[in-house]
């Protein structure tokens, strides 16, 4: 395999890492919907919304994308539009390094999840 075969194959494998670990994310209460898609150029962006009762999205995700000669991977946590957490965008040169940022940003965007839809459920009742 050439080494942009070797790229794709570990992109498709972060992304799929990241996607499980988004997947992962429950709450006995709140119902929630997972989504993984392509946007041009050339990115993906993965995550799970949760529909709070009151009926607004609570949006966990990550996303990587090539552009300008190098990989951006941003990770977001908001709701109906306000920013919960933003990570800061990295842009990074190299394939490898990007996808080790992708898979911290899962992890991170991940670990706050059951806290922060428990305080926000809070503000419903």
């Given at each position: 395999?050439d080494?942009?075969?070797?790229?794709?194959?570990?992109l498709?494998?972060?992304l799929s890492?990241?996607?499980?670990?988004?997947?992962?994310?429950?709450?006995?209460?709140?119902?929630?919907?997972?989504?993984?898609?392509?946007?041009?150029?050339?990115?993906?962006?993965?995550?799970?919304?949760?529909?709070?009762?009151?009926?607004?999205?609570?949006?966990?995700?990550?996303?990587?994308?090539?552009?300008?000669g190098?990989?951006?991977?941003?990770?977001?946590?908001?709701?109906?539009?306000?920013?919960?957490?933003?990570?800061?965008?990295?842009?990074?040169?190299?394939?490898?390094?990007?996808?080790?940022?992708?898979?911290?940003y899962?992890?991170?965007?991940?670990?706050?999840?059951?806290?922060?839809?428990?305080?926000?459920?809070?503000?419903?009742?």
């Amino acid at each position: 395999m050439d080494s942009e075969s070797l790229a794709a194959a570990g992109l498709l494998a972060a992304l799929s890492r990241a996607s499980g670990i988004l997947a992962e994310l429950r709450h006995p209460f709140v119902r929630s919907e997972r989504f993984s898609y392509f946007f041009p150029p050339a990115g993906a962006r993965t995550g799970a919304t949760f529909i709070l009762p009151d009926g607004r999205e609570v949006r966990f995700e990550v996303s990587i994308a090539a552009s300008g000669g190098a990989f951006q991977v941003a990770g977001t946590i908001t709701a109906e539009g306000e920013s919960l957490l933003d990570l800061p965008r990295r842009s990074l040169p190299g394939v490898s390094d990007a996808l080790a940022v992708l898979d911290d940003y899962a992890g991170e965007v991940a670990a706050p999840a059951g806290r922060l839809i428990d305080r926000l459920l809070d503000e419903v009742v």
